[in-house]
């Protein structure tokens, strides 16, 4: 069996997200590879020849290989084989034909060709609903959307434009979500192929689509290699509303590394960038959450050496990016971000036993120090929601704030701290089970108990109704 190896300085320049055409070339032909042992076993899982190998023998040797090749052929194979290991009947049909419509485009001599596929019956795989069958309209705003992308792309971010034509072979319009601005997804077995809402903007398509390729690259290397050790627990992601396992975290910082390093070359491209304060503050915003969530999964215990490898570069390319100056109050607003999803995904997803409320109860009432209070990690199914804050914060950048901001976000957005811990203090007066008001507690509180664990604070109160709520948080501080 063909073995396929990476040498550690191409691993460390894939951790930095600049793996080279070589890399590329590799991991393309791995993920080959794998197509035609998934394709050999589903034949060996049938006595006779099925329809679909006697096709794919069929055809020329170019033509079969590109078949073999096929994001989508490699979704079907694993799909097969998984049902005929399971003992169950197949519901995937036959080796669907690679069918859709062509896209290509060209700037400065580069060209970029895909597949636009809303005709395939795997599509529904990727993760997303996908839409029907694309009328000729909409099937010429992606191709408008990706000229602009490419543009952008070749313009701006020539190694990225690269990458991007190394790996990307299929894309599968998905329907929007009416909770988010856009939605994407890839699958580990589809490398080179990205579920997709249509695009708004040529630069919305340029992030989504390099976000989502770092994912097909981290799965086809995880399939050379395990980057994570297996029987890790979940725990917080800095992209997501659930917890997440030890990979999924990984595929957080290394797809954001790729969305961080785009809007960082965004707003060094000055006036010809698009929205100067939105490249500010999605660079600030997502350079910190990188930078800490790397060094979390490095001192974790987690990773294999490959990973911790992986891990390591890519820390030590983004570190640089966090003393690079952008304007004090994006940065702020950036830092509040992260801190507002921070403590929403606490409150949401830890809590604390009853039998421990009590006991903070029992210690409170007694003037005795607070017990050790362990959390449980609740949450497991995925959570699409947004954020009431983040939204502010957009529209705050781009000078039209939304009037009916809830009672102290504006003033917390403003900066003014005392003037939105009494408004959030009044609102918990009136309801003490007010999340959105404990989220916003936990971003202007002076005590640390508050701003770190504020699922915490929040399970005192309920416990004890009648206690102040800032001695309380005083006191679960000591």
């Excluded at 294999?304 to 966090?322: H, Q, S």
């Excluded at 997803?349 to 409320?357: D, I, R």
């Excluded at 995925?382 to 003033?411: H, K």
Aim: proline share 9%.
């Amino acid at each position: 069996m063909r073995q396929f190896r990476l040498a550690d300085a191409d691993l460390a320049a894939l951790g930095a997200g600049r793996p080279s055409a070589d890399t590329l070339a590799l991991l393309r032909r791995a993920r080959l590879s794998r197509h035609l042992l998934l394709l050999r076993e589903a034949r060996r899982a049938v006595p006779d020849d099925p329809f679909w190998y006697v096709r794919l023998r069929a055809l020329p040797a170019e033509e079969s290989r590109a078949w073999s090749a096929d994001p989508m052929t490699g979704l079907w194979a694993a799909q097969l084989l998984a049902a005929h290991r399971a003992g169950t009947p197949p519901t995937v049909g036959d080796l669907p034909d690679p069918a859709g419509h062509p896209l290509v485009t060209t700037h400065a001599g580069r060209t970029l060709r895909i597949r636009l596929d809303d005709r395939s019956p795997l599509r529904h795989l990727l993760g997303l609903p996908p839409t029907e069958p694309l009328t000729p309209e909409r099937v010429a705003h992606w191709q408008r959307c990706l000229d602009a992308a490419w543009r952008i792309l070749v313009s701006r971010h020539p190694d990225a434009a690269g990458t991007l034509a190394g790996v990307l072979r299929v894309i599968v319009p998905a329907r929007p979500d009416p909770l988010a601005e856009g939605v994407s997804a890839t699958s580990a077995e589809a490398f080179g192929a990205v579920a997709m809402s249509p695009p708004a903007s040529g630069t919305g398509l340029t992030a989504a689509l390099l976000h989502e390729t770092q994912h097909s690259v981290l799965n086809a290397a995880h399939g050379l290699f395990p980057l994570v050790e297996p029987g890790a627990g979940r725990d917080y992601s800095p992209w997501r509303e659930d917890p997440r396992p030890v990979f999924g975290i990984l595929h957080g910082i290394y797809a954001f590394l790729a969305v961080t390093r785009f809007w960082r070359a965004e707003l060094r491209a000055g006036p010809v960038a698009r929205g100067a304060s939105e490249a500010e503050f999605e660079f600030a915003r997502w350079r910190g959450a990188v930078h800490e969530t790397a060094g979390r999964l490095l001192g974790g215990g987690a990773l294999t050496p490959a990973g911790a490898r992986l891990v390591a570069a890519l820390r030590d390319e983004v570190a640089p990016w966090l003393a690079e100056p952008v304007d004090p109050e994006v940065d702020r607003l950036a830092g509040l971000a992260r801190d507002d999803h921070r403590a929403r995904w606490r409150l949401r997803n830890l809590t604390v036993s009853p039998e421990a409320a009590a006991a903070l109860g029992a210690a409170w009432r007694a003037g005795q120090p607070a017990p050790p209070v362990p959390v449980t990690v609740a949450g497991t199914e995925r959570v699409a929601e947004s954020s009431p804050r983040l939204r502010l914060i957009r529209a705050l950048l781009r000078d039209s704030p939304e009037r009916a901001a809830p009672d102290g976000d504006d003033a917390c957005l403003r900066g003014a701290w005392r003037v939105a811990l009494r408004a959030y203090e009044k609102r918990l007066v009136a309801d003490r089970a007010d999340l959105a008001a404990w989220n916003g507690l936990a971003l202007v509180s002076p005590h640390r108990a508050l701003r770190e664990r504020p699922e915490l604070v929040r399970a005192a109160a309920l416990a004890v109704p009648g206690a102040d709520l800032a001695d309380l948080a005083a006191w679960l501080s000591r």
